[in-house]
């Protein structure tokens, strides 16, 4: 059977993927529970996502001076889940690009030592052909010599 007929691989990395979306959930909801995630992880990234967010929307309208206040401690721990949420499926989504990369790139790399292979056993076996037919050439032009070189038999 072929190797590459059935992707199991793309199969799995789907699965993979499929899976980081419950997993990124209950991370989710975790990271709401805890107070260590909530302090120390999901609101940093939530009042920073905040503030660029609205001074971009501040100069996008205009107003250039105006100061940015934090958000809530309740909203920025949802909001600090949800960007913890969607970076894990992101980080899992990119991780299954870079395998199934570096899986493409190995099944060309091996494929091109392959045709490699095959281009210098091709390069051989002609070198050894023009030797062979040097030779032969050669036990021609011999075996010519030696038979000019015998005089013609007469008639009688």
Not at 24 to 41: H, L, P, T, V
Not at 88 to 111: D, H, P, T, W
Request: hydrophobic content about 45%; some cysteine; glycine content about 6%.
């Amino acid at each position: 059977m072929v190797v590459g007929a059935f992707p199991i691989a793309k199969l799995l990395y789907l699965g993979v993927r499929q899976m980081s979306k419950p997993v990124a959930n209950r991370i989710k909801a975790g990271a709401r529970r805890s107070e260590f995630f909530k302090n120390y992880i999901c609101l940093p990234p939530a009042q920073f996502y905040h503030w660029i967010e609205m001074r971009t929307k501040m100069r996008i309208m205009g107003f250039r001076g105006a100061t940015v206040k934090p958000l809530n401690e309740d909203a920025a721990a949802e909001l600090g889940a949800e960007l913890l949420g969607e970076a894990i499926i992101f980080l899992v989504g990119g991780g299954c690009m870079v395998l199934e990369y570096s899986r493409q790139a190995s099944n060309a790399r091996r494929k091109e030592d392959e045709l490699s292979d095959t281009i210098t056993n091709l390069q051989t076996e002609l070198a050894e052909l023009a030797l062979t037919t040097e030779t032969l050439s050669a036990q021609l032009r011999e075996v010519n010599r030696l038979l000019l070189s015998f005089p013609a038999p007469t008639q009688k």
